[in-house]
């Protein structure tokens, strides 16, 4: 499955150990995101870091497995949506999502009660969706999982996701 992350859900997945984290790290959702999800992310990192539920170091520890389970789409990939995206959207903060889900054609995370219902163009699942598809009792065990992508966090900055090249 194939979806767009929104930032409150990969906030969620950052504080603490949850349903919602599971979900993010399961071996069959692909996630996407506009580029500026990770800006989204250092302007709210100190916040994030004071609410966790875990010490620094594995707060950190994921934010690099999240990063590298996320596709950073190029702000130049979605602008000729973005005119359409703000007919849409119901909260202009959500116009990026909104374009990227015209432009990939694939729903989006959130637990945006708004964005779900005042639109109707791009398809919005919450978290209890995503969770219906992917039932729990099939849950993987992550931890191995996880070391593999700690031991490839070593080949690039802590904190900088995957930005996958402008198409031509």
Known sequence: MELIIDANILFTGLIKDSRTYDLIMHDEIILYAPEFLFDEYEKHKERLLEITHRSDEDFYRQVEILW????LIPL???KPFLEAAAGISPDMGDVPYI???????????????DLKMKQQIVKVLKTEDVSKVFPENGKKDLSKRNEVLMKKAGSRPVGKPFKREKED
């Open 68 to 71: 590298r389970r996320i596709v």
């Open 76 to 78: 130049e990939e979605i």
């Open 99 to 113: 374009a990227l889900g015209l432009k990939l054609n694939i729903p989006i995370w959130s637990n945006d009660d």
